[in-house]
């Protein structure tokens, strides 16, 4: 991306690659997930499954279907019913031991 601004350019630059969600938006079905918590935004928008009381902070999850949509995405995980939850509240980890 670039702006025809040395200071927007310099944002960018400098915020991009340091934003969180942009580091996950590569989630894709078969991936192993870290769940890493949803605040009540991050649950509202797109109108996802909120997962207070269903997923566990930290624990790891196995992502079975991705459903990307022009401003978010949502994940399928298995064996958690059919429910929906926006991609941001995860990271993909390459540790697939099982939950301690």
């Not at 079975?64 to 509240?89: A, Y």
Request: with cysteine; proline share 3%; hydrophobic share 30%.
């Amino acid at each position: 991306m670039y702006y025809n601004n040395d200071k927007l350019n310099e944002i960018y630059r400098d915020t991009w690659p340091n934003l969180g969600w942009a580091k996950r938006m590569n989630i894709r079905a078969g991936d192993t997930v870290k769940f890493l918590g949803c605040s009540p935004e991050q649950v509202r928008w797109g109108n996802n499954d909120d997962p207070t009381g269903i997923l566990i902070v930290g624990d790891k999850y196995y992502v079975e279907h991705v459903e990307v949509h022009s401003q978010h995405t949502r994940i399928e995980l298995r064996g958690v019913l059919k429910l929906k939850f926006n991609s941001v509240c995860f990271e993909v980890t390459h540790d697939t031991r099982r939950n301690a």
